[in-house]
């Protein structure tokens, strides 16, 4: 069993749906359908890293996306939320050769939310805080990688961008 600490990053954002509209342009959905003909036709890794990197403007891609507001509104609730999984395929190949358990990470879990209030947010957990964890200073090495492009994917979108990503 291990134990360590994590960093939530909650980043204020004007609105939930404009903030939402201007992050899946910049994250882009993973183009699942080349992607699998690569690995069908038994392509070379560099090929595969040549379509994530043409696929990922900014280093991360869309996993998959979901609303958890219409479902909770049957509950009463207010809250907008939608959560995303956002990552990149040749990054996490870089954790995972040294320990699959990297992949209780990556992808990362993002999430774009306002409260009844209207307060609205991006949140994210610290990259570099959980990868850091496994103990192995190369993952922990591309942890902190990932906060930088984390740090520059907030920056292109035009949010502060938590001290955090950038002192790691």
């Given at each position: 069993m291990s134990t360590f600490p994590v960093r939530r990053l909650d980043v204020a954002v004007p609105s939930a749906s404009d903030f939402r509209q201007r992050y899946e342009a910049a994250v882009p959905r993973v183009p699942e359908e080349e992607l699998e003909a690569l690995?069908?036709?038994?392509?070379?890794?560099?090929?595969?890293?040549?379509?994530?990197d043409s696929a990922a403007p900014h280093g991360f891609m869309l996993f998959t996306e979901n609303?958890?507001?219409?479902?909770?509104?049957?509950?009463?609730?207010?809250?907008?939320c939608y959560w995303y999984l956002m990552g990149n395929h040749t990054i996490a190949e870089r954790m995972y050769r040294h320990d699959p358990r990297t992949m209780l990470y990556a992808p990362l879990r993002t999430v774009i939310w306002e409260n009844e209030a209207?307060?609205?947010?991006?949140?994210?957990?610290?990259?570099?805080?959980?990868?850091?964890?496994?103990g192995i200073p190369e993952v922990a090495r591309v942890g902190v990688e990932l906060?930088?492009?984390?740090?520059?994917?907030?920056?292109?979108?035009?949010?502060?961008?938590?001290q955090e990503l950038l002192s790691s």
């Open positions: 690995v069908r036709n038994g392509a070379a890794w560099s090929e595969i890293t040549e379509l994530i609303e958890a507001h219409p479902l909770f509104r049957r509950a009463g609730d207010q809250a907008v209207g307060a609205a947010c991006f949140s994210v957990d610290q990259p570099s805080t959980h990868f850091a964890g496994l906060d930088r492009r984390l740090a520059a994917l907030l920056a292109f979108l035009g949010t502060d961008v938590p």
